[in-house]
C-alpha cells in the first residue's frame, strides 16, 4: 500500500475513539496533520503574503474531519460513501483536504495550482473524483451525465427568473459539487458565506468556481448575457450591487432559499423531463455524480 495511505493500525484507533463513549478525536487529530500536512504545504508554497496560510488551512481540515467524520463517512450508507476501511478513509480525508484548500485558495484570490485542480500528483489515485467513473459503468456514461449537469447549469442561466434566484441556483448547485454531492451542507455554507455578498460578488465566485471544473460547458458569453439582469435598476441602484440578504423574504433567507431552489429546479425539471433527475433531486446533488 502506498506510503500516503494510513495504516490500518492507525485506522483502527480513528475509528475506535470516534465511535466510542465519549467520543475522543486524539488520534484523527495526529493522523490529519501527519497526512495531509504535506499536501497542504505542498499546494499552498507560493503563497508567500502569508507566512501562515498553510496553519489555517490545516486548522480548518482539522475542524472539519471533528465535526464531519462520523456523519459524512462512518455512518454513511455503504452503497454511496467510501469503503469502511484503510484506503476508504484516506480517499475522504484527501478530499475534504482538497476542497478545503482550493477554497481558501480562492477566497484569498491566491493561485489555485493546475495539480490541485487536475489532482495529477502523486495523490490522485486516493481523490475521490466528483463524477463517478467506476469500472462496472458502461462507456460514455460519465461523459452524459457531465453533459447533463452542464445543460441544467445553462438553463438556470439562460432561464427568465430574477438574478438572485438565478446566482443561489448556480451557487448552490456548484457548492454542492464540490462538497461531494451533499445539497444540504452545500446550502449552509451559501447561506453563511454569501449572504451579506453582494450579487455581483457572487457571479465573480460562481466564475472563479467553474474554471476549478473544467469539465462544465459555461461560456462566458453567457455570462456576460446573464449579467445585463444585474444591470437592470432597483429603486435607482443596480439589483447587482445590493446584498443577497436584501432580497430575502420575511420568513427569512434560510427559507427564501429553500423557495427560489425549489423554484428553478422545476423549471429545469419542466425544461428536460425526467432525464436529469432522480427522486426530484437534481443531478448535480445526487451522491452519484461524484
Not at 467524520?69 to 450508507?77: A, E, L, P, Q, S
Not at 463524477?131 to 449537469?149: H, I, S, T, W, Y
Not at 471544473?213 to 445585463?228: A, G, H, M, Y
Not at 440578504?245 to 425544461?271: N, Y
Amino acid at each position: 500500500m502506498a506510503s500516503n495511505c494510513i495504516s490500518q493500525q492507525d485506522f483502527e484507533a480513528v475509528r475506535d475513539e470516534v465511535l466510542g463513549m465519549p467520543a475522543r478525536f486524539d488520534c484523527l487529530t495526529r493522523v490529519t496533520e501527519n497526512l495531509l500536512r504535506p499536501y497542504v504545504n505542498r499546494h499552498t508554497s507560493h503563497v508567500k503574503s502569508d507566512p501562515n496560510f498553510a496553519n489555517d488551512i490545516m486548522q480548518d481540515i482539522q475542524l472539519k474531519m471533528i465535526v464531519t467524520i462520523v456523519t459524512h463517512f462512518f455512518m454513511r450508507d455503504g452503497d454511496e460513501g467510501e469503503e469502511k476501511n484503510a484506503l476508504g478513509l484516506t480517499r475522504w480525508m484527501y478530499t475534504v483536504a482538497r476542497n478545503t484548500t482550493i477554497t481558501a485558495l480562492t477566497k484569498s484570490s491566491q493561485r489555485v495550482p493546475v495539480s490541485l485542480v487536475q489532482e495529477n500528483d502523486d495523490e490522485e489515485e486516493y481523490v475521490i473524483p466528483i463524477c463517478d467513473d467506476k469500472a462496472d459503468r458502461q462507456p460514455g456514461v460519465l461523459l452524459e451525465m457531465r453533459e447533463a449537469v452542464s445543460k441544467c447549469f445553462n438553463s438556470a442561466i439562460e432561464s427568465s427568473s430574477a438574478g438572485h434566484i438565478v446566482l443561489t441556483h448556480l451557487m448552490i448547485s456548484l457548492l454542492s459539487l464540490e462538497n461531494g454531492g451533499n445539497r444540504i451542507e452545500a446550502e449552509r455554507l451559501f447561506a453563511k458565506s454569501f449572504a451579506d455578498k453582494s450579487l455581483d460578488d457572487i457571479l465573480d465566485s460562481f466564475r472563479a468556481g467553474i474554471k476549478r471544473k473544467p469539465w462544465l460547458d459555461i461560456s462566458n458569453v453567457q455570462l456576460n448575457r446573464f449579467k445585463e439582469k444585474l444591470d437592470e435598476p432597483i429603486n435607482g441602484q443596480r439589483s447587482g450591487e445590493y446584498p443577497l440578504k436584501d432580497f430575502a423574504m420575511k420568513k427569512g433567507l434560510e427559507s427564501s432559499l429553500s423557495d427560489w431552489l425549489h423554484r428553478m429546479d422545476g423549471r429545469i425539471q419542466k425544461a428536460f423531463g425526467e432525464s436529469y433527475f432522480s427522486d426530484s433531486a437534481p443531478s448535480w446533488s445526487m451522491n452519484n455524480t461524484r
